[in-house]
Every structure is written in structure tokens, then in C-alpha cells.
Nanobody, 122 residues
Framework: QVQLMESGGGLVQAGGSLRLSCAAS????????MAWHRQAPGTQRELVAT???????NYADSVKGRFTISRDNAKNTVYLQMNSLKAEDTAVYYC????????????????WGKGTLVTVSS
């Protein structure tokens, strides 16, 4: 199994910054793309940003220019630097990894963290 543990959420004023981290652990053979998603109350989970193993990134239009996704492959960790935060960024932020375990016959599949709450006060 692969476990993902997010950290770095909290309460911040509008215009402020937060940095989220997500560390993968467990019987990891390989990790491919990693991503951050978020879900605000009463809404569906949405994709925020993705990053491939070679560092290619992609962002939702709503966060372009404000959020930066990065990763440290040696530490199996992905980060989300969030600047110029807005009230509408308030949500639970989830980390996702496409990974394969060391189990015989394992295949690539998605794993999810349990989420970290980001609250932006206006």
C-alpha cells in the first residue's frame, strides 16, 4: 500500500500564503504523476494542479499565476505553494499520486490522502 499524508493547511487571511506538503510512504516501487485536488463544502472535488515525474505542470485556470506545484522525487513529496489566497480557495485539499507498490503483479493506480483544510478569511 501507499500512504499519502498532507500537512500545512490552516487559517489565513485573504492575500496571504500557505504551503502544503504531501509525503508518500509505504511499499513504493514507483510514483508517476502527482496532483492536488480540492473540495469546498457543497461542491464536487476539483483538480487544482498536476506534476509529472519530469516536472511538467498543469493548473486549473482559477489558480494559475497564484499557485505553484513542485515535487521532490527523492523524498516522494509534492508541494503546493499558494499565494494571493482568496476566500474562494477555502476547501479541503487532497493529494493524489499515481503509484505502483512493490507487490508482485502490482499495477499503477491512484492513491489519495485524507486531506488538509485550508480556510481563507476575507
Amino acid at each position: 500500500q501507499v500512504q499519502l499524508m498532507e500537512s500545512g493547511g490552516g487559517l489565513v487571511q485573504a492575500g496571504g500564503s500557505l504551503r502544503l506538503s504531501c509525503a508518500a510512504s509505504g511499499s513504493i516501487f514507483s510514483i508517476n504523476a502527482m496532483a492536488w485536488h480540492r473540495q469546498a463544502p457543497g461542491t464536487q472535488r476539483e483538480l487544482v494542479a498536476t506534476i509529472t515525474t519530469d516536472g511538467t505542470t498543469n493548473y486549473a485556470d482559477s489558480v494559475k499565476g497564484r499557485f505553484t506545484i513542485s515535487r521532490d522525487n527523492a523524498k516522494n513529496t509534492v508541494y503546493l505553494q499558494m499565494n494571493s489566497l482568496k476566500a474562494e480557495d477555502t476547501a479541503v485539499y487532497y493529494c493524489k499520486a499515481n503509484a505502483r507498490t512493490t507487490d508482485w503483479g502490482a499495477y499503477d493506480r491512484h492513491y489519495w490522502g485524507k486531506g488538509t483544510l485550508v480556510t481563507v478569511s476575507s
